[in-house]
Every structure is written in C-alpha cells, then in structure tokens.
C-alpha cells in the first residue's frame, strides 16, 4: 500500500487558503475565530466553511488552529467551536490545551508543536490518548524521527519552510514576563527578533545591540526524502501571517519538490487530487526569508542566527567591486533590475535601498549611504519576481473524461473523474440526422470539451451515436454546465472525513509531575494530566504573579557556539556569566553542556 504524502499550508484567511490548494497543497491550516497561537489571524466560522467546500473538492482538507491554553471561563467557548468547526466540514483540530483532549468531541486532533514534541515517550502517549497526529518540535533531528517512528504508529508533522521559534515550542516565556502578553495565548510579542546586549561579569558589554535570539528561516527542501524515508507523512509551510507572494511561490516550491520525489518512486502518493500548471518558476530566495538553514535536523552546528537583522534577506547577489558618485560595480552581472530592493551590512547594521537603473555589473541605487568596497549586497525584493506572481493565473484542476451519448430523442451527458466519480445529465429533445456528421461530431467535440470556469479539465471526450445527429451548441452546453456541476456535488458527497479515535484512559503521561512548563491552566486540562497518572501540578505561568528566576526559554539554539566561543571546545577564550539585556531587562544565560542545551533566566530589570 502506497504511503500518502501531504503538503500543508498556511491560511491566514479563506482566501490565501483557496490560494494555497489552487498552488498545490493537499492541506491547509487555518486559524479558529478565538485560541489560535496567532492572534492576529482569526477567521469567522462562515469563511472557515468556505474554503472546507473549496477544500473538499480536490480531496483536500482543512485543518483548524485551536492552539493556545484555555482558562476556565473559555472552556465552553472553545468547546462551541470545535462542535461547529465540525460541522462545518473541519477535518482536525490542533491544539496545545489538553482540555480540548478531556472534552467529548467527535473531531480528530493533532497535538500542536506547541506540545513539545521530541520524544518517543511523547509519541506513544499521544497515540494512546486517542490522537491522530503529532506535530514535531522544530529543532528535531533525523536520528530522533526515526526513534519516534519506530516507537509509534502516529502520524507524523514537520514544519520544512519558514521561521523558526528559537526556544522548544511551548516552552517560551518571555513576551509574558516583558509585557505581560503570552506566546501560549497567541499574543507573542516575538522578543527572540529584538536586538540585546551581551554582558559579562559586571555587566561588562561583550557584543552591543545584536539580534542574538533571531535565527534564519527553515528551509528542509533538500532533505524531504530524508524526512519521507524517516516516517514523516505531512510537510509544513509557516507562514500565516506573511503575505500572499510568499505563500504562492513557497507552496509552489514544494509542490514540485514532492511530485519529483514521488514521481520516482513506487511507493509514494500524494493525499489530494488535481494538478498545477505553473506560470512561473518558484525560488524561496525570491520571497521573504532571513536566509536558510536546516537548523538541527542533521547536525549540531553554529551559523544558524542572524545577528544583523530579524528581517528578511533574501538572496545574495554579490560583492561590491568598487563605488563611483551615484552607483556602484558587483563582482558579477545581471542579478539586479529596475525596481529591485537590496539590504546590505554597514557599521554593523543592516541598511536598504532601492535600485533605479541597472546595467550589467553596474548598478544605481536609490541612495548610495553605506555601500562600499567589500560590501557584500543581497536583494530583498524581487520586483520582475514579484510581479509574475501578480500576474500568475495559475489554477488547479481534475482530469476528467466526457462520453456524449445522442439518440433520437435523447442526449446524455456523462462525466468521470480518475477515481470513478460520476456525473451525469440527460435531457429529452428531437435530434435529427445531422447532413455534415463530420461536421456535427467536431460541433460536439469541441462544446464537450469546455470547462469553463470550474475546477475540471476534460481530457478525453467520447461520442456515442447509431447515426450522426444534430445537436445545437446552446443544448450541448447546457447539458455539460448541469454534468459538470453533478460531478463537483458528487465529490463533495463522497468526501470521507475520519472521526476521533477513542483514547485509552489508562494510558500514561510520559512525566509523573509537571512544573509551570506544562502549561496547565485551566480544571479540564488538570484532569486530564491526573487521569493520566501526573501527581504534582503546578499552574502555568499565566495564572501566576511572580516571574523572576524562572526559567523563560530552553533551547538547542546556543549564543557561545554561534560567536565561536563554545565551552565545549579548547578555543573557548570566556568562561565567566552572560546575561542578555534590552532595556535593562535582565536574562541570565545558562548551558547545559551534557544535553547542547541554552536556557534563559528572567532576572527582571537593572537599576
């Protein structure tokens, strides 16, 4: 039995998510109208049901993002939502609050990234405690999907593009402790892209307004087969709050990454139907991006941050030769146009501009401030990229067969998809022996063949007759309008959803005790870690008055390895305190050497 491969999308509204399946996605995700991880991008339960029916047509589905913790007084409001996400046609719920797990609903769920999934143990708990799916950790390594897999039949999520939560997801508090809004409650006020200065002891200044928390942007395109043959089955684009070229050019991307792969082998499916013509040729250095990185997957290594910059970088052009009055001369020609924007590092800080005019290696920007010898140039926006996407027309579509059956008084049309799907209309009318059946049947032909504006493309058409016959043009259309709208009522009928899987309660919580990490805020979630054999609870952060000595991040992600400075190593020329400062907010910076971990402890504010 072949394995099914999704690609899955970001939604920030019904319409980037009808964007997004038109490009290629065989699943998208959306956020719920209230407890999606972004806030910012809630959507109605009308739109939400809009792109469902669009969804289902190509077997694609729609899951909803009902990803922050709960408080008591939300238990029943969430619990609403997930009823008429339901019927409303959802497919899965993810979620973080594991009071959606204690509720009585039949929808399956996916444990939200936000759960910190990175082990076996974790695996196999949510397996048993009736889950479908569990999201990876972002930081997680071929090595440990594998463990995962071998240790559990869950399906298995990874994120393979876009930006990176630097600490363990779920597990950061530092827009909490700074301005009192929670990354677990969906209002991250992102501090890990804010700049800090690194001090030693005494306070003493080692590295001055860097962006030592900002990591580059994930981009696993060239791992896929890797994360296939490791058992991961769904592909993730982060991405919901970025706009609408990103989402096309990065789902367009892998799109052709993964028909490649499955093109090749014997094994491998995709899990929704329909194809993408493309009128373009994605390249993710063309869209937003810090620059990219495979993070941990393969190997512990350092130049995974982007100090200079939390924004996007795009892609590197060139070097600069030398600068004359109003330009300057790359190293090599004919990667910058008219309209381009460039960003480049000068004083230690990233600058931009726009190019007005450019000639082969010459080019004349905007403003000339900070350009120089050796300075290296990087284009940010693409503006001939960006406007082929504009202008993209790109649509997906099903391959269907058309057989025109014409009697003397009846015409019959029938439409069949690949997977058997049928729909047909008849009607009764007088059809004469046609005087140029030749003529007649290329009449019919041609009007079988039409589309129009629906999502089928007809690519064989077959006629059926004892004798040529005449059929107007206006009766044929008609006739294939009604067929055609059948067929796409027919698929949605036949669209099959999965229910919630019934969950053992005797199945135990990988940890006996959880600490304010585990997120517990509200009655529901409490019983169902006790039920689940956790003794000690301690309530999450949100619900507590004091912060400081807290331990606020814990990542794989390392300060002292990116700036060459591991303690690991024999060129380690530091040994003493860290802290991180912004605004006399105070992180003290911690190393576990044996486990390659960082954490960060909020010391509140300096005097």
């Known amino acids: 039995m072949k394995r099914r491969l999704e690609l899955l999308a970001p939604a920030k509204d019904a319409d980037y998510g009808i964007t997004a399946i038109d490009y290629g996605a065989d699943a998208v995700y959306i956020g719920a109208p209230k407890f999606g991880a972004r806030a910012a991008v809630g959507n109605s339960m009308n739109d939400i049901r809009r792109l469902v029916e669009y969804a289902h047509r190509f077997g694609t589905k729609v899951y909803l993002a009902l990803n922050t913790v709960l408080y008591d007084n939300e238990l029943e409001v969430a619990r609403q939502i997930a009823l008429q996400a339901w019927e409303s046609g ?17 929808i399956p769920l996916h444990a939200s990234t936000q759960t910190f999934n990175l082990s076996p143990e974790k695996a196999r708990f949510f397996e048993s405690a009736g889950f479908s799916r569990m999201i990876l950790e972002r930081a997680v390594s071929l090595d440990e999907i594998r463990e995962i897999r071998r240790s559990s039949g869950i399906e298995l999520e990874a994120f393979v593009h876009g930006a990176i939560c630097v600490c363990y997801s779920g597990q950061c508090y530092m827009s909490h402790v700074i301005s009192g809004k929670s990354g677990n409650r969906g209002e991250c006020m992102q501090p890990c892209r804010w700049d800090y200065n690194l001090t030693g ?30 058992g991961v089955c769904s592909f993730k684009i982060e991405g919901r709050l970025k706009d609408i070229t990103y989402l096309k050019n990065s789902v367009a991307y892998y799109r052709k990454e993964l028909d490649r792969i499955i093109s090749g082998r014997n094994d491998l499916m995709r899990s929704s139907e329909g194809e993408t013509a493309f009128d373009f040729a994605a390249d993710p250095c063309k869209t937003f991006s810090r620059g990219f990185t495979n993070y941990y997957l ?19 052009i060139g070097e600069v030769r030398k600068t004359g009055k109003d330009s300057f001369v790359l190293d090599q020609a004919g990667e910058l146009f008219n309209g381009d924007g460039i960003c480049f590092v000068s004083g230690g800080k990233m600058l931009g501009t726009n190019v007005n005019k450019a000639e082969g290696d010459t080019v004349w920007p905007n403003r000339m401030d900070g350009i120089g010898p050796g300075v290296n140039i990087f284009r940010n926006y693409d503006h001939r990229f960006a406007k082929s996407l504009e202008r993209s027309k790109t649509r997906r579509m099903i391959a269907v067969t058309v057989q025109v059956r014409v009697e003397a008084g009846r015409l019959s049309f029938e439409v069949t998809d690949a997977l058997g799907n049928r729909g047909v209309k008849t009607v009764d009318g007088v059809f004469e022996p046609a005087r140029n059946v030749k003529k007649a049947e290329e009449t019919i032909r041609q009007q079988a063949a039409k589309s129009g504006d629906t999502i089928f493309r007809v690519e064989e058409v077959t006629v ?74 301690e309530p999450g952060v949100e619900l507590q008055s004091e912060s400081i000595g807290k331990e606020v991040m814990r990542t794989r992600y390392c300060i002292r390895r990116e700036m060459g400075d591991c303690l690991r190593e024999k060129s380690c020329t530091y040994t003493g305190p860290l802290q991180l400062e912004n605004n006399y907010t105070i992180f003290e910076l911690k190393f576990d050497c044996a486990r390659c971990e960082m954490a960060l402890v909020y010391k509140g504010k300096r005097k």
């Open 201 to 230: 002891e005494n306070f003493r200044r080692l590295a001055s307004a860097k962006h030592l928390l900002s990591v580059e942007d994930l981009n696993l395109s060239a791992h896929l087969e890797k994360l296939i043959d490791s």
């Open 298 to 316: 393969v190997e512990r290594k350092n130049k995974v941050s982007s100090f200079d910059t939390p924004k996007s970088v795009g892609k590197y």
């Open 464 to 537: 059926c007759w004892d004798t040529g016959r005449f059929v107007p043009a206006s009766v044929l259309n008609g006739v294939r309008r009604e067929a055609l709208d059948s067929l796409d009522a027919v698929r949605l009928a036949n669209y099959q959803r999965d229910t919630r899987a019934a969950g053992d309660p005797a199945a135990v919580y990988p940890q006996h005790a959880l600490d304010y990490r585990g997120n517990v805020t509200n009655r529901l979630a409490e019983a169902f870690y006790r039920k689940h054999g956790v003794s000690g609870i």
């Open 90 to 106: 959802v497919d899965a719920l993810i979620v973080q609050d594991m009071a959606l797990a204690e509720m009585d609903l039949p």
